[in-house]
């Protein structure tokens, strides 16, 4: 016989699995509801209100899950970077050469702009935005803050790093400096370039970083 204090338990375990299956699922329609909006609205034209409504959820429970806007879009855009940050971490552990690793990084870069431009249009301006808000650099303890919710310099950053560390890439710039360098000018032309083909902007992006960071023959 089971006792009632093992049927309780089981009860509130079946409540508690329940209760975190519909804050996933929930969770991954505002996610969905998001990208939508951001990719066809725009930054400005897109209200989290409205998000809210067509994950068809109150507002309340979407602040519950992303505390602001500028976290929801970071959290809508991060997982295009994630992968482009493993790439460039299975590049460094197989010591391939550093400049045939960023070429293929500035591709994907490009590629990623190019085919989701709406979206990356709009975390720009969320970015742009947040900028002017604060007036700094980002702050690593920041969580609202969308240059760190999505590290979109990270990739290049690990690989400028260890181009410079196994003496492959000039010491000067820093990798941060040129690292951010090129994702800005990215982003501005996310902006200001959007039907721009990926091509044309990973060549920009190429040239600006190899011409950078290839020491002298």
């Keep these: 016989m089971v006792a009632a204090g093992e049927d309780q338990q089981r009860g509130d375990d079946a409540r508690a699995r329940a209760a975190r299956t519909k804050r996933t699922r929930t969770r991954a329609a505002l996610i969905a509801a998001a990208d939508a909006a951001f990719s066809a609205r725009g930054w400005a034209a897109t209200r989290v209100e409205d998000i809210a409504t067509e994950a068809g959820v109150s507002a309340a429970t979407a602040y519950n899950h992303f505390p602001t806007k500028h976290v929801l879009i970071g959290v809508v855009f991060a997982p295009h970077v994630a992968t482009l940050l493993v790439q460039a971490d299975r590049d460094i552990a197989r010591e391939r050469p550093v400049l045939e690793a960023l070429s293929d990084q500035?591709?994907?870069?490009?590629?990623?702009?190019?085919?989701?431009?709406?979206?990356?249009?709009?975390?720009?301006?969320?970015?742009?935005e947040y900028t002017i808000r604060t007036e700094r650099t980002p702050?690593?303890?920041?969580?609202?803050?969308?240059?760190?919710?999505?590290?979109?310099?990270?990739?290049?950053?690990?690989?400028?790093?260890?181009?410079?560390?196994?003496?492959?890439?000039?010491?000067?710039?820093?990798?941060?400096?040129?690292?951010?360098?090129?994702?800005?000018?990215?982003?501005?032309?996310?902006?200001?370039?959007?039907?721009?083909?990926?091509?044309?902007?990973?060549?920009?992006l190429r040239t600006l970083l190899f011409r950078t960071m290839t020491p002298p023959s």
């Design 106 to 128: 500035i591709d994907a870069l490009a590629r990623l702009s190019y085919y989701h431009r709406g979206l990356t249009a709009a975390f720009t301006a969320a970015v742009l």
């Design 139 to 204: 702050d690593p303890a920041d969580d609202l803050d969308p240059r760190n919710v999505v590290p979109m310099i990270a990739p290049l950053l690990r690989l400028v790093s260890y181009g410079q560390e196994s003496g492959q890439l000039r010491a000067d710039p820093s990798a941060s400096e040129i690292s951010s360098a090129v994702v800005n000018l990215l982003l501005v032309r996310s902006l200001n370039h959007k039907d721009e083909p990926a091509e044309t902007t990973a060549e920009l």
